[in-house]
Structure formats: C-alpha cells, structure tokens
C-alpha cells in the first residue's frame, strides 16, 4: 500500500509542477500541430455548399431559437 501512495503522491507532484508552469507562462492552449488552420482548412467541413442534412439541422435550430426568443419576448412583456 505505501508503493501505491508514493507512487500517486509523485504523481500528484508532477502534476502540480507542470499547472504551476502552465501558469506563469500565461500561454493559450493550442495543439501540437496547430489544427486544422496549420493545412489551410477554415471549418470542420471544408465544403463549399453544406450537405441537405445539416441545412435541416440549422433551420430547425433557427426555427427553435426563434420560437425561444418570442416566448422569451411574451413572458417579458
């Protein structure tokens, strides 16, 4: 039992060491080779025209936040 609990208190101390130095460098969290923005890409779907499936999916989403909004609007007034 003591191995298991030197063993997670090194752990506990490494990562203690690496926060601590996350945070005096006062850096952005980015990945390690740069995302999709490092090959040119701009959005997840690189497509000039979205797909009939996601043109569904968004006007039913501005259809929701729209009734949401009158509602929110009615219940103000």
Known sequence: MSTFLITFAMFVVVIAAMAVGYIFQKKMVSGSCGGLGA??????????EPCDARKKREAKAAARAERLAEWNKDRIV
Request: charged share 20%.
């Open 39 to 48: 090959v040119g890409i701009e959005k997840v779907c690189n497509c000039p």
